[in-house]
């Protein structure tokens, strides 16, 4: 008669509630886009490209705006008192 294979029920729980997310990860590593392909698909509609476009436009105001607070901008502190 072989002996029995006892496993701890602390370990069991662990096992059963981990396997859902390592199976996910394995689906998601093998099946996600790159941010390369994912950024061509954005880009193929016009619609998205135009989106994008306005996204970096008001990214690149933001940044010239904050740089110009620390720079103590003497223009820049006169539109914020308005």
């Known amino acids: 008669m072989a002996p029995r294979i006892r496993i701890p029920a602390h ?9 859902p997310a390592i ?17 061509k698909m954005l880009l193929e509609s016009s619609r998205n490209k135009s989106l994008i476009d306005g996204s970096r436009d008001k990214k690149q ?19 914020m008192n308005q």
Request: hydrophobic residues 40%; negative net charge; charged residues 30%.
């Open 11 to 19: 370990v069991f729980g662990y096992t059963l509630a981990t396997v």
């Open 23 to 39: 199976a996910y990860a394995m689906y998601w590593k093998k099946n996600h886009k790159s941010d390369e392909e994912f950024e």
């Open 61 to 79: 105001n933001m940044v010239s705006f904050f740089d110009a607070m620390k720079d103590g901008d003497p223009e820049q502190e006169a539109r």
